[in-house]
Structures are given as C-alpha cells and as structure tokens.
C-alpha cells in the first residue's frame, strides 16, 4: 500500500476553514470521478505482486490470525520472504514439514488521495528454505521489514491467487 501523504487521525494540524464546492480544488477521490473494480487473472496478479517488495503475510497465531508486514521476493511464481528462526510462522512451516502450513499474502498499491490501485490476495502453503545457499541468496536479495536479526526464510508456493484493479 502506497503511505505517501498519510496523515494519523489525531492529527494537530487543524482542519482548514470550509470552502463552497465551487472554489473547492479538484482533488480526492471526487475528482476521479465513477471507479469500478476488474477482476484480475492470476497471472496478472503474480505479475503485479512480483512489482512491489512490501507486503502482509496473514498466518495463525495462538489459533488467532495474525498479519505481519514483510518485503517479499517474487521468484519462479513462489513468493519469499525472511523471517526469524523462532518467530512463529517460521515455526509452524517447520513443523508442517512438507505439507507446508496454509498462509495469504496480499499486497497493493492504492494512491491514497484517488483511491486507484490495485490489490493482490496468494494464498498456499508456506514452508521453510532449508537450502544454505538459497538462504544465502535471499538474505542478499530481501531487505527485512524491521532491524530484527531474519536468520530464516519461508517460501509460499500459491495455490489461489485473486486480485483487482480499481479503476475508472
């Protein structure tokens, strides 16, 4: 999701004096007038999700669901991402083994003042990167989220993927 220009709600800035509709600049969602959402194939969607590296994995923990955000990697249609060794995902994929455990991963790119964009849903299991070198690969490749030692990685190999595209 694109958070350029995002403001919190709690805000200081006070809110500007109200201006008639007819001064009012063109700009928002108003001034793009009608969207409509086109659903996409799930190879467009891959596509897309392979353009960005920001996402959110969605998993189960303490039988709850939890989102986390991640920078991904898209690589032969499987998306990758690096984790800690004893975070919870990565603890669940290695229990799993080679069943895998079932996760999504969504990502987007709204423009926040048009509200355009497009957002992408993979959901498929989710298994650890045993492979030493592959380990290596990506640890040069996928730049963490946060300053937290990523010592592991998980791969998802989807097996649904949806998405749509807003649009005028």
Not at 17 to 28: F, I, K
Not at 68 to 93: C, K, M, W, Y
Request: charged share 15%; net charge positive.
């Amino acid at each position: 999701m694109s958070y350029a220009g995002h403001q919190s709600s709690q805000s200081s800035v006070p809110a500007a004096a109200p201006t008639s509709s007819a001064s009012a600049p063109a700009h928002g969602p108003a001034a793009t007038g009608p969207r409509r959402t086109v659903e996409l194939t799930g190879a467009q969607a891959l596509s897309l999700l392979g353009g960005v590296s920001l996402g959110r994995i969605v998993f189960t923990q303490r039988a709850l669901p939890a989102v986390r955000p991640v920078n991904h990697l898209l690589e032969l249609g499987q998306i990758v991402i690096r984790t800690h060794q004893d975070s919870d995902l990565f603890a669940q994929a290695r229990h799993h083994g080679d069943r895998g455990v079932v996760v999504a991963y969504q990502a987007d790119d709204i423009d926040p003042l048009t509200h355009l964009g497009w957002s992408v849903v993979a959901t498929g299991y989710c298994r650890p990167v045993t492979d030493p070198d592959a380990l290596m690969r990506y640890q040069q490749l996928i730049r963490p989220w946060s300053d937290r030692v990523t010592d592991g990685a998980v791969r998802i190999r989807p097996h649904l993927v949806t998405g749509v595209r807003l649009t005028v």
